[in-house]
Structures are given as C-alpha cells and as structure tokens.
C-alpha cells in the first residue's frame, strides 16, 4: 500500500527519504494542526468488552466512548492490544489489524498509520502465542543468552502479525515477596535484574519490536508489599539498588521505550517527575527514545495521587515532566489538553517535543516511507478480504519456540534441597498431591493470554497444548502406578480432602506433592498484579496438607509452582527434596518430571531467597549487617535458603582461585578466576557468583553484592577456569553526598555458590584518590571460561 497523503494543503516533504530524520519530522510537525499533534501522543483502546468484566481496572470508567469515526481524520498514535483483548486467530487479528491502520491512514492528511502495541512479558499476549516461563524463571536461569533467543522468537511472532511495540521487560527489583508482582520480575538483586533484562530487550529489539523498559522507577519498593502503594526510600537506595538495572538496560540494550510506573517516590508520582523523566532519563542518560504512560497513568495523577485537579491539570504535569503517550487510551491527552494551550496554561512547545519523539519513532519502524504496508509479509489485499483463507495461516507457537520455552523451564527448576531420594529413576508407585498437579492454567504466570484474558472466555479452547504436571508424571515413569487426589484447592478453606491424600500417600513409594499459586490479576488469585499476600505461608491450607503427608512416611518431593518464594514451615528437615519453579510455562510440567526422575540435571538458581519464617519482611540478601539476625531483635531475618542457592545431581569442585593483582588504583582492574571441575558421573551446570564485600566504608554497605556470573557447562570430569575482570568502578556507592564514588580502601571478592555460600574470598585494595563516577562506569564484572589451565599468581 502506497500512502495517498495528496491533499493540496500538505507538503509531502516528509516522505523524502533523500531527507536526514530530523528534516522529514520537522516537515510534519510545522504542518500540524493542534488536534493533529495531539492524536499523535495517546493511544486507542478498541477492545470488546470480554463476557468477565474490563480486562483491566479502570477500564470503563476511564476509557468513555471511543468514536473513531470523528477522531480517525487527526490521526492515532497508538493502538491498543489489539490481539491482547479476546481470543482471536492470530491470522484473522492481523487481517483485521491491517485493515485498521489502512483506515487510519487513509483517514488523515498525511497517511500516518499507528503504532500498535501489545504485552509480551511471559511470551506475545496473544491467543495461540507460546507461552513461557515467566521472568522470574529467567532469572532462576542465570542465562542471559537464552534469555535473548526467547526474546529474539517473542519479537519475530509479534512483528509478523503487525505489532510494533512491546511492553515488556520488567526491571523492578524484589525488594518484599509478598509484593503480588514478584513473578514478573528478575528477581531481588539489581544486576541479576539488568543483565537478564538487557539482554531481553536486545532480543526483541534484533526483531524490530520497540521495547518497553517498565515500570521506571521504584515500583517494587511499596509499603508492605502492596501494589501500587507508596514507596518510603532514602535516595541511597534508590540510587544503588533500583536505578542500577534501568541504566544498564538504558545504555547497553538499545531500548527505544520506557513506561514510567504508578507509584510516588517521596509524595511526587513518578508521571509527574521531571527529575526522573527529563533529567535522570534523558539529560543524564543520554535516552531519546518515547515515555509511554502505565496505564491510566496520568488520569491517576487526578483520582489516585490528588496533585491535578482536572484533567488537562494532569496532562500537562505529565508533559511537562517528559512524558510522551498516554496509554491505553485517551482520556486528559484529548481535549482537555487542547485546552489547556489555548487558555495560555501549558506552552505549546511540550506537544511539539513529545511530537518529535513519536514522530522519530514512528520514522525508525517505517511508518512514514511512502512505501509503507500493513500487510504482514507475503500478504495481498485479497487476504484481507477472505477471513477463512488466511484462518489457521499464522503459527505463533511453532516447534521451535516451544523448544525454547521448554529448555527455559529446565534450566529455571531449581533443586533446593535433596537427601539423595532424587533423582527417583525407577519408582512403581507415586501418589501425586496437590492443586496445582493437574491445573494447566497455574503453570502459567498472570501476563500469560489463557490466564491474562482467557479465564474471561471459559468456552474458548486454551489455543495452545499445556501438559499438567500430572500428565508429565504419567509420561515420564509410564510403568508406574499413579494415583492422584489434589487434597486442598489453592486458597480455599476445605480439608475434606487431605485424608485421602494420606491414605494414596501411604499406599505410595513415592509422593510428589504439588502446591503453590493460582495466577490472577487483581484479587482474583494468589500471585500477579493486585494479588499481594498477607504473609509467607502457603496459601489456603497446603501446609496442612504437606505436614499431613510429610507424616505418612512415604518420601515426599515438595514441589512448589508458584509466582513467589514461601515460607515452607520445616519441611527442609522432613521432605525428602524440595523442588522450586516459578510459573514455568506451558513445557514446565515436563521439565518437573524430568528433574524428578533424573532425566534433566536440574541447575536453576533461587532469584530470590527461600524465607526462614512466615515474617520479617520486608529482607533480600542486598542488606548491611544491621538487617541481620542480633542480639537485639527476636526476629532473625536470614533466608532459609539464599539468593543464588541451586543443586544438582552431580559433583562440581571449585580450586586454584587467583587474583591477578592485590592492589589496584580505583582507575583499573584486576581479573580474577576459578577452576571449576566436575567430579561427577554426568554432564552439569554450575552457576559461579562473584560477590563484593567492602569491609569499611564511608557509608553503610550490603554485606554482599553481586558483581559478576557465570553459567558453565562441563561434561563429567571436564575442568574449565572461568574468569572475571573486576573494575574498581564496580565498588561505586552513593557517598554521603550522594555523588557515586569509588573509594580506595581494602575489598574482599568473593566467589560463592550462593550469597551465603562463600567458596573462596580473595583481598584486594583499593589505591589512589576517591573518584566521582557516573553511567558511563563499569557495571558488571565481564566474564569468560576457557579450558582449564595452572593457576596464575
């Protein structure tokens, strides 16, 4: 499709591609009407209301009537989740999607399409689209390049069905477990967040799918675990553990979007932060992508924050303070903001910035080349017109992408504890227990399409096959004798039937009893958005359960899917294993059998700990030694078991560590290394972590802070030295200033199995004067492994 932009009072300029961006943009933007600049900087959501209510809060009280008929002749600026709203054939939603934005370009004076946004954050909110484990799992990965191919599959199955823009990854850091949203996060520590998330977005960037860094910032840190709740931190933290991940992904992914996040830092919400969206973001950081609103985000600035009084008050704070498009819908960028620049209150100048940015965007994607098509690639317009030829045309879960969901699983399952009953190679008789042994639906995490939107439509088929953890169990010992019987539900209050669950359980040689979280958005289940938990228990009454057959004597494997960590009362002591996954998606199931039976070596890492008791929060491993357990609090706050633990079924031996320099100016380096060797009968993965520890410093400091891992693969017997190159930079803090410095000093790098497993510690100091570092630092201790070799001193 050519676009007809031919109205004599146009200047087509624009479409000169012999023109710098810079040109074709201004070109437009000078021949923009007020509506027409303004059509530009929101998004429309044209969704059918689903037969279960809004697909979000809000939705019908701040959305009103959408007439597209008398807005299309301005222009649209976004489209919102057009495949993420109802089932809909992935090929018939393209079909209609192309016919679309063929209406809304050919609608306005210059032929401007829409950029079409979707979520993407556990796999493309879509139905029929794979979904994976969700980013908490990546996370248990510690493997950012498998991070990246899954990215890189996501991106390519939203670009060929017409979407631009993503709005994913998550970069909030887990500071309380009980918050609801933990599983869509990376986990509690800030560069196991960056990395994992820098290398998310390069996949779906190397895509052509516009990234979404979210929620920018603080997010994660609301009171008591509450979401969309105030936020209480000191700028030291703020700096030090919540921006870290942001910069990274900023500076090192080529993102090309941020969502600012609902929450206030201090009493100013972050939608109305100059500070944050204009000189942290963009004059600090150098970012000159589109800040896109959460959404209903600046109407929150009048109903839920209290700091605008109208509508076109909260369009304008926004603007002001470097937001670009309100998302999903409009509703105070319409005309209350038009009236505001006609009644003299906001200059007309903060339209034309936010225009440029959108407009630049809009260019990059090829929205604006005269040659531009809707038409997913070896589309013709007939297609667009005969729905039954195109229906089934789009896989948007192909072979190869459940491949890569299900090598995700496997590496995200992680074995905490194990009295060597596991692997269980050849059993006769299991009893499975538990809710969450024959739910598909609860392997899934809350942004996932059958839970996100499909539990609104209960006759729609589930558009893609999920295997339940019973299914997989059956599969996998096929001679076995398998009996089930769930015993409790999720959260509910019956324990009628733990009784029975005892009996199969005594009947059994082995149990495997499968609980956790129910996903669900806003109250509707146990983890996801607005499903906080009041505390660590389990939900409902599992541990009842669990306790019940933990006392049949038959060996139990505590399996837990679920979007948080909980804690599990003393079963570490009584269960025979304790096996962890976190929503691990529609191959999950099977990657639990096969850790189960041995067929998989299981070697996730916990991304975030295993608490001790069923309080104390908010505690991450990231705390100074007054976080601690001491003689002056009876609430010891210590992880059962800590950020980074993870077992195996084979023997990896650590030796030789080395240094290659015991004093370092804070201008240098230093490399550091390991032999690592594996001793067992079989091939595994060993996760090294590097750790800080920053014995005396001018402010108070984390007792541990990870700095740098590596994920190695040995066969048996195979050795590997694995090497790190530690900048002096990597030790920057917030001094008492809070200008980040690096500070001479002596510091202790450790290697550990495990923030609390410390394998080797090797001293270094810090020479020359204290320095003043900014972005452009050293963020990350860079990694390699290499054949073993002697020892280097």
Not at 132 to 140: F, M, Q, T
Request: proline letters at 6%; a negative charge.
């Amino acid at each position: 499709m050519t676009i007809d932009a031919n109205p004599t009072d146009v200047d087509n300029a624009w479409l000169d591609q012999t023109l710098t961006a810079e040109e074709r943009v201004q070109s437009l933007v000078a021949q923009m009407s007020m509506h027409e600049k303004v059509a530009q900087l929101y998004g429309l959501w044209l969704a059918p209301p689903t037969e279960g209510g809004d697909v979000a809060p809000h939705m019908s009280d701040l959305s009103g009537n959408v007439d597209i008929e008398s807005l299309v002749p301005h222009g649209v600026g976004q489209l919102t989740r057009h495949f993420g709203s109802a089932p809909v054939d992935p090929a018939e939603g393209a079909a209609s999607l192309a016919r679309l934005q063929q209406r809304i370009a050919a609608g306005n004076r210059f032929g401007i399409p829409a950029v079409a946004h979707e979520e993407c954050l556990a796999g493309f909110t879509a139905w029929g689209a794979t979904a994976y484990p969700v980013p908490l799992s990546w996370g248990a990965t510690f493997n950012p390049e498998l991070v990246e191919e899954m990215s890189s599959r996501i991106g390519a199955g939203m670009k060929s069905v017409g979407v631009h823009q993503g709005l994913a990854p998550v970069l909030d850091v887990v500071r309380d477990v009980r918050w609801g949203r933990v599983e869509e996060t990376i986990g509690e520590d800030p560069l196991l967040v960056g990395t994992i998330a820098t290398a998310y977005v390069r996949g779906l960037e190397s895509s052509g799918i516009v990234a979404t860094l979210k929620h920018f910032i603080g997010y994660s840190a609301s009171r008591a675990g509450r979401n969309l709740a105030p936020v209480s931190m000191g700028p030291r933290e703020f700096n030090d553990i919540m921006v870290p991940p942001f910069e990274m992904a900023v500076r090192d992914s080529g993102v090309r979007s941020v969502m600012h996040s609902y929450t206030d830092l201090d009493g100013v919400p972050t939608a109305a932060d100059e500070t944050l969206l204009t000189g942290l973001l963009r004059e600090k950081w150098g970012f000159d992508g589109t800040v896109v609103a959460d959404y209903f985000g600046v109407s929150f600035l009048k109903t839920l924050h209290q700091v605008a009084g109208t509508w076109g008050d909260a369009a304008a704070q926004a603007l002001r303070a470097g937001l670009d498009v309100e998302l999903p819908t409009m509703k105070a960028f319409g005309d209350p903001l038009i009236a505001e620049i006609e009644d003299g209150r906001l200059d007309e100048a903060y339209v034309d910035r936010a225009l440029r940015r959108v407009l630049h965007q809009k260019l990059e994607l090829g929205l604006l080349d005269p040659d531009w098509s809707p038409l997913p690639g070896g589309w013709s317009e007939e297609d667009l017109d005969d729905v039954e030829s195109v229906r089934g045309r789009v896989d948007l879960d192909p072979a190869a992408d459940r491949g890569i969901a299900r090598r995700l699983a496997e590496q995200a399952v992680v074995l905490v504890s194990n009295d060597g009953t596991l692997p269980a190679v050849a059993t006769r008789r299991i009893a499975v227990v538990g809710p969450n042994a024959d739910d598909a639906l609860n392997l899934l995490g809350c942004y996932s399409f059958p839970g996100h939107v499909g539990t609104s439509y209960p006759g729609t088929p589930l558009g893609i096959g999920i295997p339940t953890v019973l299914q997989a169990i059956r599969a996998e010992y096929p001679d076995a004798d398998v009996e089930f019987t769930p015993g409790v539900s999720v959260d509910g209050t019956e324990t009628g039937g733990i009784p029975e669950a005892v009996a199969a359980a005594s009947r059994a040689d082995l149990v495997i009893a499968v609980l956790g979280d129910r996903p669900g958005l806003f109250g509707r289940g146990t983890s996801g958005e607005g499903c906080d938990a009041e505390s660590l228990e389990l939900p409902g009454r599992q541990w009842e359960l669990l306790d019940a057959v933990l006392e049949s004597g038959t060996p139990v494997v505590t399996t837990l899917v679920a979007g948080r960590t909980y804690w599990l009362h003393d079963a570490p002591e009584r269960a025979a294993a304790i096996v962890q996954s976190f929503f691990p998606g529609e191959e999950g199931a099977g990657a639990l059998a096969g850790i189960i039976s041995g067929r998989i070596n299981p070697s996730g890492r916990l991304p975030v700990g295993i608490p001790a008791q069923i309080g104390g929060q908010p505690g991450t491993y990231l705390s100074p030694p007054l976080a601690g357990a001491s003689q002056v609090s009876n609430i010891d706050p210590t992880a059962r078991f800590a950020f980074g633990h993870g077992l195996g079924y084979t023997e990896f031996e650590w030796s030789e560590a080395w240094i290659s320099r015991t004093e370092v100016d804070t201008h240098e380096a230093a490399r550091v290394g390991i032999k690592v060797t594996n001793h067992g009968a079989r091939h595994g993965a060993d996760v090294v972590q590097l750790y800080l520890h920053d014995p005396v410093a001018s402010v108070v400091r984390p007792v541990n802070r990870l700095i740098g891992y590596q994920r190695v693969e040995l066969e048996a017997g195979e050795s590997a030295q694995v090497e790190f190159e530690v900048h002096a930079e990597l030790t920057a803090f917030s001094g008492k200033s809070y200008e980040r410095i690096v500070e001479p000093g002596t510091i202790e790098l450790r290697l550990g199995r495990s923030s609390a497993d410390i394998v080797h510690s090797l001293e270094c100091t810090l020479t020359g004067e204290t320095r003043v570092v900014d972005h452009t630092r050293a963020l990350q201790a860079r990694s390699h492994v290499r054949a073993a070799a002697p020892a280097q001193s």
